[in-house]
C-alpha cells in the first residue's frame, strides 16, 4: 500500500502534466493558475480507496484529478466579488483578482467541464454519474450557504462539503469495478470524511462549529467523527491502513 | 418521420417535466427559470438526427435536453455583469437581472452539471465526452471573444456556435448506436449547421458577418452554407428528410 504522501505526489505530478483541451486558447492560463495549491485530500482519498478495492492507483488518477477540478471550480466561483467577494485564496490573489472576473467566471465553467472530460475516460458512465450528483449536492449547499436558508448546519456541509468526499470513495469503487452490491461498506466509511474534514475546519479557522459547539466541542464532534470512520473502515473487508492513516492524518492536522 | 415542429413540442414537454436534482434545493427555480423560452433549434437536430438514424426521437430526449441546457448555462453565464452585462434574455429579465448575480452563477452551474447528469444517462460514456468537448469549444470560444484575441471571425464562431450544433449531431449518432467508422458523413453535415445558424442570426441582427461582408454578402454565405449542408445530407445513407427541412428552415427564418 502506498501512502498518503506518496499518493499525494501520484496527484500533483498528473495535473502538474494534465493536457488541457487545445480549444480552452488562452483561458487554459487560469485554469493552471486554479489548480496550483492545496492539500489534494480528496484526490489522494480516491485513489487509497482504489488501492484498498484492488486496483494500481495511477487507474484512480483522472477520477481522483476530477474530483480536484471540481473542488477548484467551486473555489473560483466561490470567491467572487458576488459571492464570498475573496480576494486571496491559497496565499496568493484568487483567481478573479489576478485574471478579473470574466475571466474567473469562464475559468471555473473550463475546470467543471474539464472535471467531467477526465471522469468520462473511463469505459463506465458510473465514474461521471457519481460526480454529476455531488457536484449537483455541492452547489445546492452553496446556494442554502449564501441565501442563509440553511435548515441546519448538519444538512449545509453535507452538500457543500460531504457530498465531494463521499463520492472521492465512490468514484474509487467505480474505477475499480466493486459491483454495487458491496459497496455499501466502503461507502458508510465515505459518508464520514466530509463532517471530520469540515469540523477540524472550523476548529482551525475558530468559525462554524466553533461558534456553535465551542472550541472543545468541537474538537470532541470531530474526534467522534473520526472514530465512526475507523469504525467504518474496520468494516470494510480489505487492507484499509493507508485509508486509517488519512483518517488520523485528518483529525490531527494543523493545517 | 416526425416533422420539426412535432419534435420541438417532444423536447418542451420534456423539458417543462424534467425533474432536477432535488439537493439543488431553491437554487432549482432560476434554473427552470433559465430554461424558459429558446428555439430549441439544438436539441430538434438531435432528435431529428436520431430518429433519421434509426432510433425513435424519444431515446435521444435525455441528449436533446442536455444540450438545451449547455446552451442556457452559457447564456446565463456571458449575460453577467462581468461578461456582456446583458439585463434582458428572450425578452425578459436575464438571471442575473431577476435573481442577482451569486443565483446566476450557481443557476449557470447547475445547468451545466444538470446536462451532465442526463448525457451520462445513456450505458455509453461517448454522449456525455461528446457534450464535454463540445463545452470545452464553447467556452474557448467565448474566452476568444471577450478578450478580442480571436484570430479570425470563422474559428471563433466554430468553437462559440459551432462546437455544440456538431455536438447535437454527434450525440445523436452515439444514442442511435452508429458505429464510429459510419459518422463521416453525419458530422460532414453537423459541421456546416453551426456557421449557417450563426449567419443567419448576423444577418437579422445587422451584426457580426453583415459588418464584415455587408448585409448581401452574408446573405449569400448563408446559402452557401445551406447548400453545403443539404449536399452533405444527400452523402448520408438515410432518409434525412426530416434535416433537410431544418435547414431550410435555418436558412429562411425571420426571427
Known sequence: MRSPEELRSLVEGYLGDLALTPELHG??????YALVGGKRVRAVICLATAEAAGVEPEVGLPAAASLELVHAF????????????DAERRGRASVWAAYGEAIAVLAGDALLTEAFRLALSYPSP?????????????IGGQYLDIT????????????????LFAASV????????VPEREQAPWRAFGD????????????????????????????RLADEAAGRARERLAGVPADTSTLVDIVDGLATRTS
Chains 1, 2 share one sequence.
Open 27 to 32: 483561458q487554459a492560463e487560469s485554469v493552471r
Open 74 to 85: 467551486s473555489l473560483v466561483h466561490d470567491d467572487l466579488p458576488a459571492l464570498d467577494d
Open 126 to 138: 458510473e465514474v461521471g454519474r457519481e460526480l454529476a450528483q455531488a457536484t449537483l449536492g455541492m
Open 148 to 163: 442563509g436558508s440553511t435548515p441546519d448546519e448538519v444538512t449545509l456541509h453535507k452538500l457543500k462539503t460531504g457530498c
Open 170 to 177: 465512490g468514484m474509487a469503487l467505480w474505477v475499480a469495478g
Open 192 to 219: 464520514e470524511l466530509g463532517l471530520l474534514f469540515q469540523i477540524v475546519d472550523d476548529v482551525l479557522d475558530g468559525d462554524g462549529y466553533v461558534l456553535t459547539h465551542g472550541e472543545e466541542g468541537a474538537r
